[in-house]
C-alpha cells in the first residue's frame, strides 16, 4: 500500500516567533503548500516539558496560531490545529515510549542542554518528548519533515522507531493489508529554506532564539515597525566595512548574519547583496537593512496582532483543523491498535 507524500511540521507555544523560527521554517512552509498536502501544528504538548502559566500558554497557543496565518499558512489548504487537541498525539507517544530503546533517548543532545547540570529535576517529559515528536509524524504517516539541523537528530528517532514497529509487528500489518510489511513509511527531513541559521542580533556566533534574556538579540514577529528598526540599528557590528565577497565575511559572524538576514528578507542571493553593499559602512546598510525588514515583518506582525484582537476566529480555525487532523488519525490509530493486539470496541 503506496503512503501519499504528506508533510508535518510544528513548533512550541512558547515566547514570540522570531526572525529566526519565519526565515529558518516558515517560509518554507508556505511554499510547500503550493506542491504538498501540509500539517502544521501547535505543539502545546510540547510546550509542557517545563512549566509554563495556564493563562499564558492558552494566549501562546493562539498568539503563534495568529503568526502562521499572518506570515502566509493558509488554514483552507493546509490543516492547522493545536496538538492538544488531537488524541493521537498522546495515544501513539506512549507506544513509541514502548518501541524505543533508553539507549536511544540517552543519546539524545539536546535533552542534556536543556537539562543542564541538574539533571534529576527535568521532568519525564522534556527526557521522553523525542518519543512524542515520533507520534506526532507518525499519527499522519508523514513522509516529510521540515526541521532544522537542531532536530535532526530526532527525526532519526522517529525513522528507528518507525522502523522497528514495522519489524516488530511484521506479521500483523502484512495481516492488516500493508503487503510490503510497512505501515510506518520512514519520514524524510526537509532542511531547506533562505536562512536556515539566523544569529542573534547581539552574538554572531550563537543561534537567535526566544530563550536569550535580551530582547534585543531577536526579531520578534510581533514587533511592531518601531521595534524592528530599533533592534537593527542597535545590532552588534564590528568597524570595518562590508566585504565585496563572502569570503571577507571570514571572523565576522556578525556581518555575515546581517548580510544574510537582507538576502533572505529580499528574495536576492548573498552575493549580489554584497555587490550593491559591499564596502559600505554598516551604518547605510542598516537603514537599507531596516527598510526591508520592517516592510516585510511590520505587515505580518500587524495582521498577527489583527487576528490576536479576535480570539474566537482563532479558536475557530483550530476547531476546523482539530477536526480535520482527527479524520486523518483516527484510521491510523485504529489500525495501529489492531496492529499491536488491543481490543477495539
Known amino acids: 500500500m503506496k503512503t501519499a507524500p504528506l508533510v508535518f511540521s510544528g513548533m512550541q507555544p512558547t515566547g514570540s516567533l522570531h526572525l529566526g523560527n519565519y526565515l529558518g521554517a516558515m517560509v518554507n512552509w508556505i511554499e510547500m503548500q503550493k506542491t504538498h498536502d501540509c500539517i502544521y501544528c501547535v505543539v502545546d504538548l510540547h510546550a509542557i516539558t517545563v512549566w509554563q502559566e495556564p493563562a499564558e500558554l492558552r494566549h501562546a497557543i493562539r498568539q503563534v496560531t495568529a503568526t502562521y496565518i499572518a506570515a502566509g499558512l493558509d488554514p483552507k489548504k493546509s490543516i492547522l490545529f493545536n496538538q492538544s487537541q488531537v488524541s493521537a498525539h498522546a495515544e501513539l507517544a506512549w507506544i513509541c515510549n514502548c518501541v524505543a530503546r533508553l539507549g536511544w533517548l540517552n543519546r539524545m543532545t539536546q535533552f542534556k542542554e536543556k537539562a543542564g547540570k541538574d539533571r534529576e529535576q527535568a521532568s519525564v517529559g522534556l527526557y521522553a518528548y523525542p518519543d512524542l515528536m515520533a507520534a506526532d509524524i507518525l499519527a499522519y504517516r508523514a513522509t516529510h519533515v521540515p526541521v532544522g539541523e537542531d ?84 545590532a552588534k ?33 548573498v552575493a549580489d547583496v554584497l555587490k550593491e553593499y559591499g564596502g559600505q559602512q554598516f551604518s547605510s546598510f542598516k537603514k537599507a537593512l531596516a527598510e526591508v525588514a520592517t516592510d516585510k515583518l511590520g505587515r505580518i506582525g500587524g495582521e498577527a496582532r489583527r487576528l490576536v484582537g479576535d480570539p474566537s476566529e ?31 470496541s
Not at 181 to 209: C, H, N, Q, W
Not at 251 to 256: F, V
Request: proline share 7%; net charge neutral.
Open 151 to 234: 532536530q535532526k537528530q530526532h527525526l532519526e528517532l522517529a525513522r528507528d522507531i518507525a522502523q522497528k514497529f514495522n519489524n516488530d509487528f511484521k506479521k500483523e500489518i502484512v495481516a492488516a493489508g500493508f503487503e510490503d510489511g510497512i505501515f510506518f513509511p520512514l519520514p524524510e527531513p526537509v532542511i531547506t529554506g533562505p536562512a536556515t541559521r539566523v544569529m542573534s542580533l547581539r552574538d554572531g556566533t550563537k543561534k537567535m532564539s526566544k530563550s536569550d534574556p535580551s530582547d534585543l538579540s531577536r526579531i520578534n514577529m510581533m514587533d511592531d515597525a518601531d521595534t524592528i528598526a530599533k533592534k537593527i540599528q542597535k
Open 237 to 269: 557590528t564590528d568597524p570595518e566595512p562590508l566585504p565585496s565577497d563572502e569570503k571577507g565575511f571570514a571572523g565576522r559572524p556578525e556581518a555575515e548574519n546581517l548580510v544574510g538576514i537582507y538576502a533572505a528578507l529580499s528574495g536576492q542571493s
Open 314 to 344: 482563532i479558536d475557530r480555525i483550530l476547531a476546523d483543523g482539530t477536526a480535520r487532523a482527527r479524520a486523518v488519525t483516527e484510521p491510523v490509530m485504529a489500525k495501529v491498535k489492531d496492529i499491536v493486539g488491543f481490543i477495539r
